[in-house]
């Protein structure tokens, strides 16, 4: 913990790191503040580039965590599209593209994640797009006319909301999906069905256990070759193929990295002066026992806020049940908790049901959760897994009783 600093620099400032920024204010945090980032808009959140912004429902502006004179008002020092190239954690500085360099003596990481870049052939083709920031989601809108062909490789979260979208637009929607069910990272498999379902009931041409191996222009359309000696014809790619952490800066400087800046549950990396928060960390979850990467928009609003705490002076650790939502079409899922594996199964409601949510058990104990238009049932499931006691399965599939009332019992 570093309480004596006198200027916290923020390298990243997307969700993480503009929240860091607020907290260490609001905190009564008297020392300077930077805050560095590689974009040209001050800090947003990105669930609606999917969405809402994706869909043209909402102007840019209306994904800013706070209005640009936030930043100015409360004295932090916010330099939008700059990069940061190099730290020197010796000299505890850290080095820009333009030349610049700016020290510190406390640093706090909140880099995020990128897309991951399919790596095929024609895969550089400059009408295959990927969806990360506000550039890409505006780029692609241009795409969501009645009747344009979108291929979509990748049945993740983005995928999937982006062909929903594309649907409302007109569009005629391919997606290619490696795996046998969609969100098979994520979710129960039953889940995945259900989502799979939804998507052709949608009018999307949804095809799972299918490989791209190639991309090629053909008479202006392009071309996507798979393994099995199939073909698509699209007018634009969607990879939504995952994201990997920006995590080059701190692998260079020699903190430790593992699938993210590994960090414990306080944000501190391996060096005493330098913390990290948001997509970019692999940090420690005393909840649950264990190391975990999460790109959701709750752990970097809510571990960026304790990190800049732990910044500021405080002593208190990051702990939560991991949280994330999607939506698409008419349905919102909600799921919680990061459970190695989708098995055992407690369901409240059935996937023909208006509304379900279902239980991942492990020893009897509930460790994760999906709602389906259910959102209501989400707290209550997040305070059974925290405590992580066991639950008579009979009562928990019992949809008559209340999951406030089992929660306050177990
Ligand atoms: C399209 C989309 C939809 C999503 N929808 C949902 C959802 O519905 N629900 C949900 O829970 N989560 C959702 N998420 C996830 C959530 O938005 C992310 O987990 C969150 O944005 C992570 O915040 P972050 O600050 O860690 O990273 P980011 O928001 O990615 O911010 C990192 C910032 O660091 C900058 N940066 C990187 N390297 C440098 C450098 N060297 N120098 C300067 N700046 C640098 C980047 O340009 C970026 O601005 C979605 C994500 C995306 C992309």
Same mark, same amino acid.
Request: neutral net charge; glycine residues 10%; charged residues 25%.
């Given at each position: 913990?570093?309480?004596?600093?006198?200027? !916290?620099?923020?390298?990243?400032?997307?969700?993480?790191?503009?929240? /860091?920024?607020?907290?260490?204010?609001?905190?009564?945090?008297?020392?300077?503040?930077? @805050?560095?980032?590689?974009?040209?808009?001050?800090?947003?959140?990105?669930?609606?580039?999917?969405?809402?912004?994706?869909?043209?429902?909402?102007?840019?502006?209306?994904?800013?965590?706070?209005?640009?004179?936030?930043?100015?008002?409360?004295?932090?020092?916010?330099?939008?599209?700059?990069?940061?190239?190099?730290?020197?954690?010796?000299?505890?500085?850290?080095?820009?593209?333009?030349?610049?360099?700016?020290?510190?003596?406390?640093?706090? #990481?909140? @880099?995020?994640?990128?897309?991951?870049?399919? =790596?095929?052939?024609? =895969?550089?083709?400059?009408?295959?797009?990927? #969806?990360?920031?506000?550039?890409?989601?505006?780029?692609?809108?241009?795409?969501?006319?009645?009747?344009?062909?979108?291929?979509?490789?990748?049945?993740?979260?983005?995928?999937?909301? /982006? =062909?929903?979208?594309?649907?409302?637009?007109?569009?005629?929607?391919?997606?290619?999906?490696?795996?046998?069910?969609?969100? +098979?990272?994520?979710?129960?498999?039953?889940?995945?069905?259900?989502?799979?379902?939804?998507?052709?009931?949608?009018?999307?041409?949804?095809?799972?256990?299918?490989?791209?191996?190639?991309?090629?222009?053909?008479?202006?359309?392009?071309?996507?070759?798979?393994?099995?000696?199939? $073909?698509?014809?699209?007018?634009?790619? #969607?990879?939504?193929? &995952?994201?990997?952490?920006?995590?080059?800066?701190?692998?260079?400087?020699?903190?430790?990295?593992?699938?993210? !800046?590994?960090?414990?549950?306080?944000?501190? $990396?391996?060096?005493?002066?330098?913390?990290? /928060?948001?997509?970019?960390?692999?940090?420690?979850?005393?909840?649950?026992?264990?190391?975990?990467?999460?790109?959701?928009?709750?752990?970097?609003?809510?571990?960026?806020?304790?990190?800049?705490?732990?910044?500021?002076? &405080?002593?208190?650790?990051?702990?939560?049940?991991?949280?994330?939502?999607?939506?698409?079409?008419?349905?919102?899922? +909600?799921?919680?908790?990061?459970?190695?594996?989708?098995?055992?199964?407690?369901?409240? &409601?059935?996937?023909?049901?208006?509304?379900?949510?279902?239980?991942?058990? +492990?020893?009897?104990?509930?460790?994760?959760?999906?709602?389906?238009?259910?959102?209501?049932?989400?707290?209550?499931?997040?305070?059974?897994? =925290?405590?992580?006691?066991?639950?008579?399965?009979?009562?928990?599939?019992?949809?008559?009783?209340?999951? +406030?009332?089992?929660?306050?019992?177990?």
């Amino acid at each position: 913990m570093n309480v004596a600093a006198r200027h !916290i620099l923020i390298v990243g400032a997307g969700h993480a790191g503009g929240v /860091a920024a607020a907290t260490l204010r609001q905190t009564g945090f008297t020392g300077a503040i930077t @805050l560095i980032g590689g974009e040209a808009h001050p800090p947003y959140e990105r669930p609606p580039l999917s969405k809402e912004l994706l869909a043209g429902a909402i102007p840019v502006e209306k994904t800013y965590l706070r209005p640009l004179a936030f930043y100015t008002e409360n004295g932090i020092a916010f330099r939008p599209g700059e990069t940061a190239v190099a730290i020197d954690r010796a000299a505890q500085r850290v080095e820009l593209a333009n030349g610049d360099t700016v020290p510190y003596d406390a640093l706090l #990481l909140t @880099l995020g994640a990128r897309a991951r870049r399919l =790596a095929l052939p024609g =895969a550089d083709h400059p009408r295959v797009l990927y #969806l990360r920031d506000i550039v890409d989601s505006l780029a692609l809108r241009e795409h969501l006319n009645t009747g344009a062909r979108i291929a979509v490789i990748g049945a993740g979260f983005i995928g999937l909301e /982006a =062909a929903a979208v594309a649907r409302k637009h007109g569009a005629a929607v391919t997606v290619l999906e490696v795996q046998r069910e969609p969100l +098979q990272r994520v979710c129960a498999p039953e889940i995945g069905r259900f989502m799979a379902t939804l998507h052709r009931r949608n009018g999307v041409n949804l095809r799972t256990g299918v490989a791209v191996v190639a991309i090629e222009e053909k008479g202006g359309a392009l071309e996507i070759r798979t393994a099995d000696g199939e $073909t698509v014809a699209a007018d634009i790619v #969607l990879a939504g193929i &995952g994201a990997q952490p920006n995590v080059e800066l701190a692998h260079a400087a020699g903190l430790a990295v593992e699938d993210g !800046i590994v960090t414990d549950e306080f944000g501190r $990396t391996s060096d005493p002066n330098v913390f990290a /928060a948001g997509d970019v960390t692999r940090h420690f979850n005393p909840l649950l026992g264990r190391k975990l990467r999460l790109e959701a928009w709750q752990n970097a609003q809510n571990q960026a806020m304790a990190v800049a705490k732990v910044m500021a002076g &405080g002593d208190r650790p990051h702990a939560e049940v991991p949280w994330f939502w999607t939506d698409q079409y008419d349905v919102n899922l +909600q799921i919680a908790g990061a459970p190695k594996r989708w098995d055992d199964l407690v369901w409240r &409601g059935g996937p023909d049901d208006k509304a379900f949510t279902v239980f991942a058990m +492990q020893d009897g104990k509930p460790v994760a959760a999906t709602t389906m238009n259910n959102g209501r049932e989400m707290r209550p499931a997040r305070e059974m897994i =925290a405590r992580g006691r066991a639950v008579d399965p009979a009562r928990l599939a019992d949809a008559k009783v209340k999951l +406030q009332d089992l929660a306050r019992e177990t």
